[in-house]
């Protein structure tokens, strides 16, 4: 499982030209799902995320989590994270997760999250999405488990 995390001040997710999904300031997360995911790979996905210290302190330092700045989730399903890019010009998605089993995990994902008490919003599985965000920093990280 993969997540691009993106700081964030505004972000929101577009369907079909309707808003499905927006938050305010916190944490835009584009989740790949792997054939060799499962739920607890999901559950420590989560805790990662939720505590990665990419929020700056009063100091400016980045040493506190989206919790600690009582942020917001916007979650959006993203199989092309989850590309094989080594060989060619053109992306292998074999590792990808079945879409069933994906859906199952981002499902899984965004629930475990509203249940810690995150406000949490979500794209739409499988769907042409439009996301429009303002990155704050830029601060972008990669994370696997």
């Known amino acids: ?31 790949g799902v792997n054939k060799s995911d499962s739920e607890e790979l999901c559950q420590k996905m989560l805790e990662k995320v939720l505590s990665y210290r990419m929020f700056a302190d009063e100091n400016g330092k980045m040493n506190l989590n989206l919790k600690q700045v009582s942020g917001e989730l916007l979650v959006v399903s993203q199989f092309t994270l989850v590309a094989d ?3 060619g ?11 069933e089993e994906s859906f199952r995990l981002y499902s899984s994902f965004i629930e475990l999250a509203q249940n810690q008490g995150v406000k949490v919003q979500s794209g739409q599985f499988g769907a042409d999405m439009q996301v429009s965000l303002v990155n704050d920093g830029p601060v972008t990280f990669l994370l696997s488990v």
């Open 1 to 31: 499982m993969q997540a691009l995390l993106q700081r964030v001040t505004q972000a929101s997710v577009r369907v079909d030209d309707q808003i499905v999904g927006e938050i305010g300031g916190g944490l835009l997360v584009f989740l």
């Open 85 to 87: 890019t080594q060989k």
């Open 89 to 99: 010009l053109r992306p292998s998605f074999s590792s990808a997760g079945l879409p």
